[in-house]
Structure formats: structure tokens, C-alpha cells
């Protein structure tokens, strides 16, 4: 399990840069809101996420199965960075404190539910 913990933190650092360019391009480009920007932004560094786990990490082959699984999984993950999002503006702060948030937060809780609930079979 330490050899797929190392593999998934090599990735979950791919995905944190995919994360940020998106949600630059969100905000700064397109000018959504910061909560639709970090949302949307986890959910397509997500799907990103799902190919090189499951290629490299967990070694699986493609399955409809766990796509479906992981896009639940990943829908429930993108509400969380949504959510994480929407209390720090709450509370006055700039959104890139949620990024901090979701950066350091969500990796642990995602690995979790992915190697329970997607990548079990």
C-alpha cells in the first residue's frame, strides 16, 4: 500500500498543477465565480486524476463500472472543494486560501474513498 500512497501523491502533485492553471483560467480568464471555478476545477482534474490512477497506480484496466464509481466519487469531491470554497468567502478570505484548502484537505479523503470505493474490485 506504500508503493500506490507514493504513486498517488506523485500524481495528486500532476493534478494540484493541473488544478491551479484551471481555476486561473476560471477566474481570470473566464470570470466564473471562485465556487463554480474551484468546483469545476477539481471535477476536471479529477477525471485527469482517475486515467493516471488507474493506468499507474492501481494498475486497472479502463471499466464503465469504476468510471461510473469514480465520477460519483469525484461529483462528491468537487461539492467538498465547493463547499471548502464558499466558507472561506464566508469569511472574508481571498479564494486562494480554498485553494490551500482543497490542496491539502481533499488528497487524503479522495485517496480513501477511491481505494475503497472505485479501485476495489
Given at each position: 500500500?506504500?508503493?500506490?500512497?507514493?504513486?498517488?501523491?506523485?500524481?495528486?502533485?500532476?493534478?494540484?498543477?493541473?488544478?491551479?492553471?484551471?481555476?486561473?483560467?476560471?477566474?481570470?480568464?473566464?470570470?466564473?465565480?471562485?465556487?463554480?471555478?474551484?468546483?469545476?476545477?477539481?471535477?476536471?482534474?479529477?477525471?485527469?486524476?482517475?486515467?493516471?490512477?488507474?493506468?499507474?497506480?492501481?494498475?486497472?484496466?479502463?471499466?464503465?463500472?469504476?468510471?461510473?464509481?469514480?465520477?460519483?466519487?469525484?461529483?462528491?469531491?468537487?461539492?467538498?472543494?465547493?463547499?471548502?470554497?464558499?466558507?472561506?468567502?464566508?469569511?472574508?478570505?481571498d479564494y486562494l486560501v480554498s485553494l490551500f484548502f482543497i490542496?491539502?484537505?481533499?488528497?487524503?479523503?479522495?485517496?480513501?474513498?477511491?481505494?475503497?470505493?472505485?479501485?476495489?474490485?
Open positions: 500500500m506504500l508503493t500506490e500512497i507514493i504513486k498517488y501523491s506523485l500524481i495528486g502533485i500532476t493534478n494540484v498543477l493541473v488544478l491551479l492553471v484551471l481555476v486561473f483560467f476560471f477566474v481570470r480568464i473566464l470570470n466564473l465565480d471562485p465556487v463554480l471555478a474551484n468546483g469545476a476545477a477539481y471535477f476536471f482534474s479529477a477525471i485527469n486524476s482517475y486515467l493516471m490512477n488507474s493506468f499507474i497506480t492501481f494498475k486497472k484496466s479502463f471499466s464503465y463500472i469504476m468510471l461510473t464509481r469514480f465520477l460519483i466519487a469525484s461529483i462528491f469531491l468537487s461539492l467538498c472543494a465547493s463547499v471548502i470554497t464558499e466558507v472561506t468567502l464566508r469569511y472574508d478570505y490542496i491539502f484537505a481533499l488528497p487524503l479523503l479522495s485517496f480513501f474513498i477511491l481505494m475503497c470505493l472505485v479501485f476495489s474490485e
